[in-house]
């Protein structure tokens, strides 16, 4: 009985001093010969050593006038005033599915149906949260020129365009699945 449990014992340091130094090595390997496509197609969004202040704000890449720059800010605050009581929401469901998940006087029948119908409410609030930014998205573009539009699309579509390749590059079965209420 002693011998195996000496014998464990050693077994388990030498796991962890094998992975310790896996670990080192992992982060002594530069990152250029494993650099995900994400990060080749959009370099400078991922280089450690560029400066965000080097990168151009959107009023800067839009040109924005000084009006355009304070009418933005009331609609950004407008839009941050409208969806924090949303975000409460949400985080409220949240820290009640996760009450759930650690009752145990709840059998997990139980536990899966009250969760399913939190993160019903939970994807209906983020739709809530989605329909505002979006009126917040036009009500930004409603104070720009013809020019800064074009520009503005330009930007959002380099922002989907990452958000895919982030999406598609992510570990495998990152994503939760939906509840049955929204699946079709």
Avoid: C, W
């Avoid at 370099?43 to 000084?66: A, G, N, V």
């Avoid at 800010?73 to 820290?95: D, L, T, Y």
């Amino acid at each position: 009985m002693k011998k195996s449990l000496i014998i464990a014992g050693l077994a388990a340091s030498v796991l962890l001093t094998s992975s310790m130094a896996n670990a080192a090595v992992s982060q002594s390997v530069p990152s250029n010969d494993r650099q995900p496509a994400i990060e080749k197609q959009f370099p400078q969004k991922y280089d450690k050593k560029f400066d965000k202040k080097q990168r151009p704000s959107i009023d800067e890449r839009l040109k924005l006038t000084e009006e355009q720059k304070k009418q933005a800010h009331e609609i950004r605050m407008q839009g941050h005033e409208q969806i924090k009581p949303v975000f409460e929401k949400i985080k409220a469901k949240k820290a009640e599915i996760k009450e759930i998940a650690e009752n145990t006087k709840l059998s997990d029948e139980q536990k899966t149906k009250k969760i399913d119908a939190l993160e019903v409410d939970i994807l209906k609030l983020k739709q809530e949260a989605r329909k505002i930014r979006m009126q917040n998205t036009k009500d930004f573009e409603a104070i720009l020129t013809p020019e800064q539009k074009a520009e503005f699309n330009k930007m959002k579509q380099e922002g989907r365009k990452m958000h895919k390749m982030r999406k598609h590059h992510g570990p495998k079965g990152s994503q939760r699945p939906m509840p049955p209420a929204f699946q079709r």
